[in-house]
């Protein structure tokens, strides 16, 4: 039996397109739906993909939204963001009861960065007994600057890491036999993401925010006011159409429900299958 990857979505939220995608107004991004942008909003999903490894078991990479939100996240970030929307029923803990799972079954769980729109279902995992993988440079950061919430990071989503296994990862690794933890760095200090192989789809890429969306590529690279290291920002982007173009890799961006196919340097916008019993194999 092959590798498998399941694409959940954790809800979503809207915000302005500008704040993730700006070209100086040099082209715009190319949306395939169109509920995508509402009175001028991006109807931004949360998404978080599982993988089921033959050796591993179950791996989940990122877990949206906190279902304390309303409680934690500060008003400054409340009034940027709309997450009305983002109820229990959506996030991940229900939404992995919905397929048959439960945080008990999974034995690792990679955050490619720790910012409360992708960490706040982490804490679901803390009695759980996985081993959070997190980049050492992400862990340091935010150990050593964040108090309690600030710059979209809250410490109670991830301040369990501290005590629970965990596996503090750097560089490009293969963590597992054909995953490899990619360090994507830019949009937050350690932000990385996975690159899978499958026995039929190929090479798959998931960037986290190291790439908000499928055509963030290209001429020029959309970037975005809320990366923390712009000069790494771009060299990322760059590192990432360059593995994707040699590995003919399926790219799963951080908040787009199409991704980017290259077939021999060519790139193909490519829907992503997030349907209930979908699997990539």
Excluded at 149 to 159: E, K, P
Excluded at 160 to 185: C, H, K, N
Excluded at 192 to 197: A, C, D, E, I, S
Excluded at 229 to 255: M, T, Y
Aim: glycine letters at 10%.
């Amino acid at each position: 039996m092959g590798i498998k990857i399941h694409g959940m979505r954790l809800g979503g939220f809207p915000v302005p397109l500008e704040m993730l995608f700006d070209t100086g107004g040099a082209r715009t991004t190319q949306r395939l739906d169109d509920g995508d942008i509402v009175n001028g909003l991006y109807q931004c999903p949360s998404l978080s993909y599982i993988i089921e490894h033959p050796d591993a078991g179950l791996i989940a990479f990122e877990t949206g939204v906190s279902t304390n939100w309303s409680e934690e996240w500060l008003s400054d970030w409340t009034d940027l963001v709309d997450l009305s929307g983002i109820t229990p029923e959506i996030c991940i803990e229900e939404q992995l009861k919905t397929r048959g799972w439960g945080p008990e079954d999974f034995g690792h769980v990679i955050q490619g960065h720790l910012h409360a729109d992708h960490a706040g279902g982490l804490r679901v995992f803390e009695e759980a007994g996985a081993k959070i993988v997190v980049h050492e440079d992400e862990w340091r950061y935010c150990v050593g600057n964040i108090a309690d919430a600030d710059l979209f990071f809250i410490r109670a989503d991830w301040n369990f890491v501290s005590r629970a296994p965990q596996m503090l990862v750097y560089g490009d690794q293969e963590i597992f036999e054909d995953v490899w933890t990619i360090s994507l760095p830019g949009h937050t200090p350690g932000q990385m993401g996975l690159l899978v192989r499958l026995d039929s789809t190929g090479w798959v890429f998931l960037t986290s925010d190291a790439m908000y969306f499928h055509d963030t590529i290209g001429e020029p690279t959309a970037t975005s006011v809320v990366n923390m290291l712009p000069e790494d920002w771009n060299n990322s982007i760059a590192k990432i159409a360059q593995i994707a173009a040699d590995r003919d890799a399926f790219v799963l961006p951080g908040h787009d429900l199409v991704g980017s196919q290259y077939t021999e340097s060519v790139v193909e916008a490519k829907r992503i299958d997030f349907a209930p019993g979908a699997v990539y194999e």
